[in-house]
């Protein structure tokens, strides 16, 4: 398996507040995707990285802020937290082939 | 731009009938093309991906697809359904950098 780690993998945070979820590979892929899940929306690109330093926005950015300064580092952070906010955020890399794989998610609830 | 219909968000089949889960794409260069599950609580696992080299994918658990470029699809199929098949299915799209999701089928299994 592709070594790609999500943490925390639970969250409850209250609305206003901060929140950076962090994803991390061991594998020195060049892409990185967060994705959040929702009932009946599937999931949803918001941001992706395709290298140190450059990212792009994907469907449902608004909210949200990547960094990456580490080619194994991709943080997504909400910077005041809301409710629509809560949701389970999937990252992902991609591989040659081309090949997606995901991690385990993070469960994010904002109360 | 891109997109997946999944036609059908909840599907039923009894156990031993014939799985067919649909999925109608829009892509404005040849497609990669992927099929995903989740079970509950989980986070998602690649049953097959069409790259191009045949239109009859084969794939894990039993399932297989066809690409039809004529009907932009790519059904799912499994000839006879287990109740180990209960779970979410996802069908996704990727150009050169970004990869679509259709909103998901929920199949169940009726024993």
Redesign the interface.
Known sequence: DAGITQSPRHKVTETGTPVTLRCHQTENHR?M?W?RQDP??????IH?S?GVKDTDK?EVSDGYSVSRSKTEDFLLTLESATSSQTSVY?C?I?ST?????????TRLTVV | AQSVT?LG?HVSVSEGALVLLRCNYSSSVPP?L?WYVQYPN???Q?LL?Y?SAATLVKGINGFEAEFKKSETSFHLTKPSAHMSDAAEY?C?V?EP????????TRLTIIP
């Open positions: 892409y995707y994705y009946g929306h599937g999931l949803r690109l992706y395709y994907g999937f992902a991609r082939g081309p090949s997606y794989t995901f991690g385990s998610g | 999944q968000s990669y992927f989980q986070g998602l690649l991906k790259t996802f996704a990727s950098e970004k990869l679509t999701f259709g909103t998901g």
